[in-house]
């Protein structure tokens, strides 16, 4: 399996971020399944610095987590801040999807932009259910390449 990118590519994306604060409602939103009651555990594959967790927190009170290959905890720690949450509240797990066991089953798994970055689209959904619990929900979403997003893709 070729991952398309490395930790290097990441770091140096991420040099110049700047923080954005999570809004009451997500692009996605409507896709799920509102579930009140029990805590809730929430994973973000791919999810550095955590946006999702701070959404996913913030307006579903779930305990929050991200997974990547590379994670700076500064970055993360700004976003919860930036977002009124308390810095340490998502949890981060930095890892090689390809070695890592999960340790825990989650009741949403999601990632936004991360399977297109490997060859074996098979293999990596299969990695996203093993964080999943049995009677979880998984959302995978990927990038629009058509018209503009698509031409910007392919020219730089």
């Not at 913030?58 to 930036?82: A, P, R």
């Not at 996203?128 to 929900?137: A, R, T, Y």
Request: glycine content about 8%; hydrophobic content about 40%; proline content about 3%.
């Amino acid at each position: 399996m070729a991952n398309l990118t490395d930790r290097n590519f990441w770091a140096n994306y991420w040099k110049n971020h700047a923080y954005q604060k999570v809004g009451n409602e997500v692009f996605y939103s409507p896709l799920i399944r509102t579930q009140n009651g029990e805590s809730k555990k929430f994973i973000e594959l791919g999810g550095f610095p955590g946006y999702g967790c701070v959404y996913f927190k913030k307006e579903l009170g779930y305990e929050v987590s991200i997974f990547d290959f590379y994670i700076d905890k500064t970055i993360v720690n700004k976003v919860e801040e930036v977002n009124g949450l308390p810095i340490g509240t998502i949890e981060c797990i930095e890892g090689d999807l390809f070695a890592y066991t999960a340790k825990s089953e989650y009741d949403f798994v999601i990632s936004l932009g991360l399977i297109e970055h490997f060859d074996d689209t098979k293999d990596i959904i299969a990695r996203h259910l093993s964080f999943m619990k049995e009677d979880g929900e998984l959302l995978i979403m990927l990038p629009n390449f058509r018209g503009l997003n698509g031409w910007v893709q392919r020219t730089f």
